[in-house]
């Protein structure tokens, strides 16, 4: 996936988690207070589409290791999960985002796939769902570089705005996590969207 935001928010003060794939994702941070249900209608914790622990074992698989996962949050509530290669410890990815539990909304602020196609993107983002699975939108402030040109490429072929995003990777990814429903009057001119989750 490509990066989807045009710039990385700087942090004075990271408290920073070092997890492996072999402890439990949030162990270090149960003691985080949880956001409690805000739709009345609705009890139950909607169960994951993808199991973050499987996508991490794909990407051990892949490099011939533990994956390195580094997690921290700021004073200001921002979070921040790296993926390092288990190898060479260099960055494979990263996302930076915010929850918003009043609208049980996963703001992503950054995010960027050193390696690309290989579930960087769909891990990092079920990471953050896994820690909270009561979200409902994803929102995407911008989506830049291959996503952005597919989008152009698609509307000058004569597609809606909506059909367009549904070509992207951006797309793609967080319809697999199960958000597949655009709002259309969350598009931006950068191309910034909500998705919603579909059940």
């Not at 990385?8 to 162990?27: E, G, N, Y």
Request: with cysteine; aromatic share 8%; net charge neutral.
């Amino acid at each position: 996936m490509k990066q989807e935001s045009l710039l990385r928010p700087l942090s004075t003060a990271l408290a920073v988690i070092v997890l492996f794939i072999s402890a439990p994702i949030w162990a270090a941070a149960e003691s985080a207070p949880r956001c409690e249900s805000l739709f009345t209608s609705q009890n139950e914790t909607p169960a994951l589409q993808i199991d973050p622990n499987q996508t991490l074992e794909k990407l051990e698989d892949r490099f011939g290791g533990k994956v390195e996962l580094k997690a921290s949050q700021s004073e200001s509530g921002l979070y921040f999960l790296e993926l390092f290669d288990p190898r060479s410890g260099e960055l494979l990815g990263e996302l930076n985002y915010r929850y918003v539990a009043n609208e049980k909304k996963l703001n992503i602020v950054w995010m960027e796939a050193v390696v690309k196609e290989i579930g960087i993107s769909e891990t990092l983002i079920a990471l953050a769902l896994s820690r909270y699975p009561e979200t409902r939108v994803i929102h995407t402030r911008a989506l830049l570089d291959t996503n952005e040109k597919i989008v152009k490429t698609a509307l000058a072929k004569g597609a809606s705005i909506e059909d367009a995003i549904k070509t992207t990777p951006a797309y793609k990814v967080r319809k697999k996590l199960g958000f597949d429903r655009i709002v259309l009057n969350s598009i931006n001119s950068e191309f910034g969207f909500e998705s919603m989750r579909s059940r």
